[in-house]
DNA sequence: GATGAATGAGAGTTCATTCAT
DNA sequence: GATGAATGAACTCTCATTCAT
């Protein structure tokens, strides 16, 4: 097997390590924020970065292993979000609940959209494997539990396992959001009734038996 | 400006022309089938085609121009079997059209998935305007003919434009059949009911005001 | 040997071909303005041209020998206008007719510096041999019959070969010119009088035994 | 705009680049030398520097780049030269100081002819604004020191601004030079006379008000 | 551990020239 | 003679990765 690692080389345990580790990790963030995948090159991050190609090397493998740890980073920071928004909203009607979530996807994404859909299309060509690591299986965690708490609310429980259920609601809500973010400036007003339609209409759908 | 030109540099008119840019497309095909986008070169696809890089110049001006070109054959191909599909679910009950295009759109992704992926990729970092050109809005417009006609099947127009929504639908039903496709051999049993209730979800949602 | 022929291929006797000829040539002049040495490939010259690459190829064996065609071709058009402009200033005093002389070679210059200069350059990366050839020797012909007609007029005659001094007056009119060509749109004022300074001191050097 | 920078990337720090760097330079001098411009091309100079092109691009953000190093480092050695020959002839006669500044020419120009050639070529079709850059404007600056020693020799100042007028002589110069060193091997006897008389007549010309 | 100079395979693209039709 | 599709060597430039210092 000639599989190649995507995970970090070493945990820094050291200070100065970890500094350095989030100093490139910072680094691939802005330029991917500001120039997208076209400066995207593990030269310019670790000049960014201000540290030499060889200490990049010595904390990740290979660029891809870059990528796998920025996109990791991201879906923490996400993770976080929503675990928090979930709590929040546990004891909110199931269709205020929803649209709170909404709200918090839209606003994330539209922080930087330049930057999530980089990540997200560099999520997308990476070994097959990698993709729902950890972090990715947090958010879908944190979707189980706010169905969880929502349990009474939902006719039945629909088709699919409840995790493929959660992963539907999270590409449904990328996906929407993502779509809009390409475009304009702002988000438009009609995403967030369309997005809370399209997440409450998959889990309350009526007719379909 | 210097965007770049993504349209075809000359229309074939010879008989053999014509073969050499079929056989280009076709080589691109195959190459982007089979190894997704890391065979994806000009070298490597006019080897494929059997032809020399300069009679792939001779017809697209980039390599751009013939990634288009890919996704608007593809588009095209995807389009003519949903006007059809369209055509022929117009008499019958909403929920059962919605069932037999998602059914369809199953069987289109999941015939070359690898393929079907690296397209989408590949357009994504187009540039925007190039996007919903011509055979893409033809997709769009398949489905606000659907729309037509099962409008009083619809409880009230949802929120956002018809465009919108039909652009939503598309949307939905590409990541979560892509989703899918991605990671097994063949469709998974529950991929059919949950894309028939997102979609069916997102144009009947009940509550949602 | 296998110095590349540079002359046209063959000598078109027929109507048809004379005028295909110079429609290449016409459009090499054409392309060589508008472009400079950008455009100037053969297979755009031939679209130019309205002719086939092919039939560009008929007449001239390849690019080089287009080239010298071109540069020929604006040599006899210099040298008959320089014959015509030395004939008239045969009984004019040395100072004027080298006035008049100047004046052409600015005109003649600045009604495409583009093309003059592109001319210019193509000429230099020629094999040495070639220059100098018929045309160009017409215009130091033009020249010796200046100097002819002026004879007495000139101290002694300077030191080099007529020939030497012909082709020195004829550089230095070339440098000169082109220089402020290049540079902005129009002729400087003080072009002309400079231009006739260094060629009548050249003449009439005083001191310089 | 997206004018390319001309300018050489990085100044290396360590010694090893230093070397490097030159050997690129020296590479190209020799190859520019030797091959015309037939070999200038960026594989060829990296190889006969013995380095990998890619070090060729990390010091030279492109060719142009390269070229006008070179152009800058053989003015920068003929301004040194040339204010040396300056100072040299400041108390000499003006005509005298011309002859040995004629004759300093001459001897730069034909130690290697095909280069010097090469190079001017080559500065042709740089953009405009980058000709006469600080290695130029020394050279003119020399020529301008030379005509101050010397002014109470010059009868009236010639027409143009004193800066034209070095311009001026440094043209003549060059084109007189060039053109018999692209003849034959060494410089025929009568040049350096010719070459006298073009300079000190243009700075002398009596009759011409 | 850190540095950054060096590497070189490989990608996109051009264009003079040929030759079957 | 004319056409223009086809060719492919050649060229410029990038960037992931290594390794001597």
Same mark, same amino acid.
């Given at each position: ?7 970090? *080389? ?5 200070? /100065?390590? %970890? &500094?350095? +580790? ?7 963030? *802005? ?5 997208? !995948?076209? #400066? ?15 200490? $990049? ?15 990791? %980073?991201? /879906?923490?920071? !996400?993770? +976080?979000?929503?675990? &928090? ?22 606003? %994330?994404?539209? %922080? ?8 997200? @299309? ?8 990698? *993709? ?5 299986? /947090? $958010? ?10 929502? /349990?009474?609310? !939902? ?21 929407? +959001? ?7 400036? #702002? &988000?438009?007003?009609?995403? @967030?009734?369309? $997005?809370? *339609? ?12």
């Amino acid at each position: 097997m000639d599989k190649p690692h995507l995970e970090a *080389r070493k945990a820094p345990k050291q200070a /100065r390590s %970890q &500094a350095t +580790v989030q100093a490139i990790l910072t680094a691939g963030a *802005r330029v991917l924020a500001q120039e997208s !995948l076209a #400066g995207f090159n593990t030269n310019r991050i670790a000049e960014v970065a201000g540290v030499s190609v060889g200490s $990049l090397y010595q904390y990740f493998p290979n660029k891809a292993a870059l990528a796998v740890a920025l996109i990791d %980073q991201e /879906r923490e920071r !996400l993770a +976080v979000a929503l675990e &928090a928004a979930v709590a929040s909203v546990s004891d909110a009607p199931l269709l205020e609940g929803l649209s709170r979530l909404a709200r918090l996807a839209i606003e %994330q994404q539209f %922080q930087d959209p330049v930057y999530a859909a980089a990540l997200d @299309h560099e999520e997308r060509r990476l070994p097959l494997g990698t *993709r729902l690591a950890s972090s990715e299986s /947090r $958010l879908v965690g944190a979707i189980l539990q706010f169905l969880e708490d929502h /349990r009474d609310e !939902l006719p039945t429980f629909p088709d699919g396992s409840p995790k493929e259920v959660a992963r539907d609601l999270l590409l449904i809500t990328r996906v929407l +959001v993502e779509a809009d973010a390409h475009g304009g400036q #702002g &988000a438009p007003p009609s995403l @967030h009734p369309r $997005l809370v *339609r399209a997440l409450a209409g998959y889990l309350l759908a009526p007719g379909v038996a």
